[in-house]
């Protein structure tokens, strides 16, 4: 039988209503603070993707070093960078040094704009982890806070460290001039071709002001222009609605999937099998399922022969699997 594009477009308006759900569920199990106090940004999809972008998946990575950094760090600062660097390359998780900002602190849907996010990683992608102790006491995630901070940009295979500085230097442009210097083909994505730069450069405290207000500010490093990749008017950060509009268009290919799906079982397809499907949060990943037979098909990852699959691409994207297995884990729990 013939799919009928009504049905998989009436399949994917509900498939996106699920999505909903799936991240409020994500925001609920990971503890995120979401007051909705926002009308306009008050989506759980906003909410999850920003702390699912800026969460630095744990594997293993080598750290390497800008021109510019330090070469002798002593003392406290020296011996926690080195414990960092031995946790990074066991593939340890990280996050716990990027601070509260992560999933208490920081809030797409909240009232203050210069806490819906972290600014700086919005515009350059840089992140910072507090050179500390890790947490030590029971039920504790985070480390210590730190007067120092390590100031990065995450790779899939290394972490680029670009400098050591307090929390002041956030608007400092030494970190997007370091970035340039040692990863001048990684930070050409950044460059603007055909400008010429201006003779008055913004001050750090012009770009935490225009920060605030949701205005990017761009930086000039050897008389070449670089733009940031962008906050929007709502102070949020513009690669998470380009994520977001990626998971809603992915979910046409979805909503074919499981037309496919219940044709090859079941020989037919009738509006009223709508009802019965959804998108769901299941201990093996996202699935698609059918609450009348009883099953559920699991959406591919990005392996194997999969790699390049957009459906599989969309189901890591949506959920990593590294919370897959947080997930399987409390399923197990709460069921034993």
Partial sequence: MEDKPPFRDEL???????????????IRFCGLTHSMAIQH???????????RLRFVDPKPRPLVYSRSFPKRLSGEVGRELGAFEQRSLAGE??????????????????????????LLWAEWG??????APPANGAGQYYSGRSKQLLFVVVFDNAIACLDIGTHGAMENRALVEAFVHS?????????????LPSTSPFQEEDIKKLRVAGVSSYVVVDGA??????????????????????????VNAIAQIGISEVIR?????GEVDLPHLSLALTPRGIGICDD?????WRLPRATGKWTNHPVARWHDLMLPEWIEGKVAEAVAKASG
Avoid at 225 to 236: L, M, N, Q
Avoid at 265 to 269: I, L, T
């Fill in 265 to 269: 079982d079941r020989g037919d397809w």
């Fill in 93 to 118: 998780d990280l996050n716990p040094f990027q601070g509260k900002g992560l999933t208490k602190h920081h809030d797409t849907s909240g009232t203050k704009r210069q806490h819906r996010t972290d």
């Fill in 183 to 195: 990863w001048p083909k990684e930070a050409e994505r950044f460059r603007l071709k055909g400008v």
């Fill in 126 to 131: 840089i992140h910072h982890f507090h050179l």
């Fill in 292 to 296: 009348r037979s009883n099953k559920c």
């Fill in 41 to 51: 940004l008050d989506r759980a999809l906003l909410r999850w993707l920003d702390f």
């Fill in 12 to 26: 994917a308006i509900k498939f996106r209503a699920d999505i909903e759900t799936i991240a409020a569920s994500l």
């Fill in 225 to 250: 222009v670089y733009v940031p990749g962008g906050i929007t008017t709502a102070s949020t950060p513009t690669r998470v609605t380009l994520a977001s509009n990626q998971v809603a268009m992915g």
